[in-house]
């Protein structure tokens, strides 16, 4: 029986997987300017916790959550998303002790059941932040800014940042109210998703992507007209601070986020004039978020994108990453006891952080050196009998074809110090 992986998963090959290290290595990068720390959380959680963190009305937790129960008859759930998981351990382990706010970063898997496509997967790898402990908008302009130039190291231009405030818990019923009233008219041409919303999370029916919904909405009462006085000064405070750091964005009052626990800012970037990517990554702050989880209210802010888009997105522009990083030494042993020695040259240059290979399939030197060639190695070294006998190796350049006979005491510095650092 031939097994294959499951419909809405990939393999990371080798290949590309140096394009997921650049991408996580970029982003590190930047958090570590940023002050921000890495936290790991379990990929499994109680249910309830996305219930309750994510919105039961969501269609994360209406359609699309991987949940099972354990042997204890427990109900356990894939983690859909990265946020809810993070603030459970800052309230499980006090991380709100902290006088300074608590910034945050993580990369891991998540799940969800939906429509597999490109760059949307039942699978995927989510590097996310979370700023906790600070309501003020200074720290939202950061988070952007931060996201931003992730983006811009990893050779990504022409973004476009869209952000909205929608409004906290006093504001935002008043808001619900005109748009339910405005929407009961014309709930017969909405899709059917949306007609289910209506009564449970209308604000989600801004966010639908059916034409006839996005149509239908387009006269629809915004949040923007009804922002309580906090989060309106809140929101241009925001905007001052993008503003002070030379940062462009478009409003939308229609960009509202598909998650219930939003409050105050959102946000999306946007990669532009690379296909059908859109959107890359979103983010917004959820002030409530801490509190529905079972700590004191405290206040926080993040954003998350999927690797698997952004290879897309580096793909679609055609940027060359210049991954392709070849061996320093390869080694040819010919002969038994050349293999023997070769095995212990080959730790020694490992031990002293130099990347080396040498053949394992008992082939002929010709084969040999066109595994050296495959491997785009600097230099090889030679190892036989006769070279075993003088106490010394053959070393070749691969790339002027120059060799020379190097003892093995002189070894290690001679190579060291004419490798060119790749």
Known sequence: MKFRIPRGTADVLPKESRIWDFIEQTAKN????????????????HTELFQRGVGETT??????????????????????????SVVRSFVENKLYADPDPVKLYYIGPMFRYERPQSGRMRQFTQIGVEALGSNDPRIDAEVISM?????????????????????????????????VTYLHDVKEQLCKDCQSRLERNPLRILDCKNETCKSLTKEAPTIEQHLCDDC??????????????????????????????????????????????????????YNGLVGEIGGNDVPGIGYAFSIERIVLALKAKGIDLGLEQGLDVYLIALGQEAKTVATKILDNLRKNKLSADMDYLDRKMKAQMKAADRSDAQYVIIIGEDEIAKQKVILRNMET???????????????????IKR
Do not use: W
């Not at 930047?30 to 959680?45: D, G, L, S, W």
């Not at 699309?64 to 998303?81: A, N, Q, V």
């Open 232 to 285: 309106r000064t809140h929101y241009e405070d925001l905007k001052g601070h993008l503003d002070s750091m030379g940062i462009s964005y478009i409003e939308n009052p229609r960009l509202v986020r598909g998650l219930d626990y939003y409050t105050q800012t959102a946000f999306e970037i946007m990669a532009e004039g690379i296909g059908a990517i859109g959107t890359i990554c979103g983010g917004g702050r």
């Open 30 to 45: 930047v958090f570590k300017r940023y002050n921000y720390k890495e936290i790991r959380t379990p990929i499994f959680e």
């Open 147 to 179: 996201a931003l130039r992730q983006f811009e190291e990893m050779g990504l231009d022409n973004l476009r940042l869209e952000i909205n405030s929608v409004g906290c818990s006093s504001c935002r019923p008043v808001h619900r109210e005109k748009l």
């Open 401 to 419: 074809g120059d060799q020379k006979e190097v003892s093995f005491d002189d070894l290690i510095e001679t190579i060291s110090s004419q490798i």
């Open 59 to 84: 269609d994360i937790v209406e359609k699309e959550m991987y949940t099972f129960k354990d042997k204890g008859d427990r109900s356990l759930t894939l983690r859909p998303e990265g946020t809810a």
